[in-house]
């Protein structure tokens, strides 16, 4: 399975690490070994010292495509969840000043946090979702899709003219504003609506 990631898709994120807003998606992938397995540890990289988390809405694809219209494209994806794009953010500023490929600081093992999956149903496909984050018990981030620069069927269009979408994929939309810094000893729970998602503890 392949883990697709969008970056910049929230203007106000855009902005609080001062990059333009984007006229196409930002994409950029993790390996199936970035996923944290579920009820698995998370322990705090040792190559960074400014882990940051960044929560998103979360598309799982059930149908295999390629090339596929922004009009069909609500047909290749089947679920929602909310999962976290940990991010190296020392070690992607020191890239993105080299001009650099941003792996090290985003595809590392363990990385990529996935909540329980929700099936969609005709009437949430129709209806904006809410999610939020809270670290140890408070609200820290907090997205709604309509703030979106690309909507979901925007991103699977835009992916699938690069790259075959097979069932399984995930597609990690991107953040919205309130990115912040991780510690050992934090715990991070993600929300879907009011729906508790997943709950990670840094070790
Ligand atoms: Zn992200």
Redo the contacts with the bound molecule.
Sequence with gaps: MKIF???RNYAEHAKELGNAIPEDPVIFMKPATALLPQHGSFYYPEFTKDLHY?L?LVLRIGKNGKNISENEAHAYYDAITVGI?F?ARDVQAELKKKGLPWEKA?AWDHSAVLGEWVSLTDEMRHNPFQFSLKKNQQTVQKGDSTDMIFSFDKLVAHISTYFSLNIGDCI?T??PAGVGACEVGDDLEGFLGNDKKFAVEIK
């Design positions: 990631c969008v970056g960044e998103e794009d991010t985003k990690y991107g953040t």
